[in-house]
């Protein structure tokens, strides 16, 4: 293994929503979780919820699992977010940190974490959200916070600040870990793990790229000069 690689601090996750994909990816010693929700599941054609949630925990049982609740409504949220903790010891229920409608979920929240329910709360952005939902967590009981530094970028901002921010607000809390997620690209590992966040999960297609860390730049031009030159002769093109 890269020993840029190997000396990583920060704990890579995979996420995604294909039990082949998963299971390959378990076989990785640097991924050391995995998370999914309902778009990567729709995406990947998956019908049966349960079916494959349970598939999933009992093909990887030591690793940490996020699997998120779908209802809209904070009462059958918590209903969906107990019968998901039940199934697995190293399950994390996904919390939206809003409904739909914009309401703040830190009383389900609550709830569930003072019940002693592993919580990963999701589709954070932003400071004040970190700060209402810390006074939330249970300080027993182990817990996530997402923060969606990617699309934070999307947007035009540097999340780096924020992340900044987001670590030393954390630390009242030591049970709660600080998840960067939706990365855009391999380079965001190497940003989170430079303030210290505790976990990234990305996405099959980025964590592939992790075989590219530490090579010749010059190689790397002539692969990629090769590369364009196999495709213009494949294609046939003529001037």
Partial sequence: MNETLKNLKIKLFADGAEIEVIREMAKNPLIKGFTTNPTLMRKAGLEDYVGFSKKVIEMIPDYPLSLEVFSDDFSEMEIQAKQIASWGKNVFVKIPITNTKGEFCGDLVKRLAFSGIQVNVT?????????????????????????????????????????????????????????????????????????????????????????????????????????????????????
């Fill in 123 to 239: 589709a954070m952005m932003t400071m004040e959200q970190t700060d209402r939902i810390l006074a939330c967590l249970n300080p027993e009981v182990r817990s996530n916070i997402s923060i969606f530094a990617g699309r934070i970028a999307d947007t035009g901002i540097d999340p780096l600040p924020l992340m900044r921010e987001v670590m030393a607000a954390v630390k009242s809390n030591p049970k709660c870990e600080v998840i960067w997620a939706s990365p855009r690209e391999l380079l965001n590992v190497f940003h989170a793990e430079s303030v210290g966040c505790h976990i990234i999960t990305a996405t099959t297609d980025i964590l592939k790229k992790l075989s590219l860390v530490g090579k010749n730049l010059e190689e790397y031009s002539l692969d990629t000069v090769k590369m364009f030159y196999n495709d213009a002769t494949s294609a046939g093109y003529k001037i």
